[in-house]
């Protein structure tokens, strides 16, 4: 990475971090800011944040359930955060042209290389911020698998509502995985969080003003049962277009 390029991603930073402080204040700033730093390496290459790699140990019941959740017509899925592209893959296999989307050049190297023999499959280094999320293309199905809360971190909750709704209008189908009770989640009046499955479709129907139908599909165990993230799927077919 040259001096030109690491300055622009610092400048994306900081952009973030102000956005953050000036809607959620010191404190959530100062959270965020050490949730983000425990996952960055600085080298000379860049600044490089990790995430999740290789097969998580809940990959089979994970992918069970993905299965469930793409309908038999869909043609196209864009996976937003794909990592490593394992699921990306999977559903290439099954005949879906598939686009796997990471911001490290690192991570769409390892992607491309591991999955080189697949038809039907691409993956593309790319950032998905508030301000490039409106070029993203139509694709018959999005996969947002434990992405959402890390725009939560990066850009605070109002504007991580918005680019969920900009995603929402991008397809018929968001299949969205969430960790469960481990990620702080606003209030939602008259329901109890610890209630997941109706708290994500209140959550769906406030955000989208009742214009998805959302099915929660399951829970899987994240490394063991240290955590459970649930998956839903969410008809978005009546929300207004956006290509």
Same mark, same amino acid.
């Given at each position: ?153 990066? %850009?605070?909750?109002?504007? +991580? !509502?918005?680019?969920?709704?900009? @995603?929402?209008? /991008?397809?018929?189908? =968001? ?24 708290? %994500?479709?209140?959550?769906? +129907? !406030?955000?989208?003003?009742?214009? @998805?139908?959302? /099915?929660?599909?399951? =829970? ?24």
């Amino acid at each position: 990475m040259d001096q030109g390029e690491g300055m622009s991603q610092l400048v994306r930073i900081l952009g973030r971090g102000w956005t953050v402080l000036r809607e959620h204040g010191l404190v959530s700033f100062v959270w965020r800011a050490r949730e983000y730093l425990r996952r960055v390496k600085i080298s000379a290459s860049g600044i490089e944040v990790s995430y999740q790699t290789g097969t998580r140990i809940d990959f089979e019941e994970r992918l069970k359930l993905l299965e469930e959740a793409v309908p038999k017509h869909a043609s196209s899925l864009l996976d937003l955060g794909c990592a490593e592209g394992h699921l990306t893959a999977e559903f290439a296999d099954r005949g879906l042209f598939s686009i796997g989307i990471e911001r490290q050049a690192h991570v769409v190297a390892s992607a491309r290389k591991s999955n080189a023999d697949h038809p039907n499959l691409g993956f593309l280094e790319f950032e998905v911020t508030s301000e490039t999320i409106d070029t993203l293309p139509y694709f018959d199905v999005v996969f947002l698998l434990t992405v959402y809360h890390h725009w939560v971190n990066e %850009f605070g909750w109002e504007t +991580a !509502e918005n680019m969920l709704r900009i @995603v929402g209008s /991008k397809c018929e189908t =968001l299949v969205f995985e969430h960790p469960d009770t481990t990620v702080d989640r606003p209030a939602i009046e008259g329901v109890d969080e610890v209630d997941t499955e109706r708290y %994500f479709k209140s959550y769906f +129907a !406030e955000l989208f003003e009742n214009e @998805v139908v959302v /099915k929660v599909l399951g =829970l899987t165990d994240y490394k063991g049962g240290q955590r459970q993230d649930i998956i839903c799927v969410i008809d978005t077919t009546a929300v207004g277009r956006c290509n």
